[in-house]
């Protein structure tokens, strides 16, 4: 039996976060990855905890960039909810985001 191929979509606020990217290439990378995400999404990656538990976070473009989804495996879908830059310690790192977004509900976890 084959795995199903999972249908990746995205949010509009992380579509807005890999625009914010300044590096087109980089860009590339991302969107590239998160369409390998279509195929075994849970296991690529790493399960969150904590505040961002029910997420996963996929490393990328040369593993400074993190791409934040859900799985739903009745609907078959991957939901790519954020993308950014690890900056541990930082406001800007992409898991403060995430629970940033998540207080101000705009991220369901």
Excluded: C, N
Aim: no cysteine; glycine share 6%.
């Amino acid at each position: 039996m084959t795995d199903p191929t999972y249908r990746v979509t995205w949010t509009a606020t992380a579509l807005d976060m890999v625009a914010a990217i300044p590096d087109r290439r980089i860009q590339r990378i991302v969107f590239e990855r998160a369409r390998g995400l279509a195929q075994t999404p849970e296991q690529q990656g790493k399960a969150l905890t904590g505040d961002l538990s029910g997420f996963r976070s996929l490393r990328t473009a040369g593993q400074r960039y993190r791409i934040l989804y859900r799985v739903d495996r009745q609907e078959v879908t991957v939901l790519v909810v954020a993308v950014g830059r690890r900056k541990h310690g930082d406001s800007a790192d992409i898991y403060e985001l995430a629970r940033k977004l998540i207080r101000q509900r705009l991220l369901r976890s």
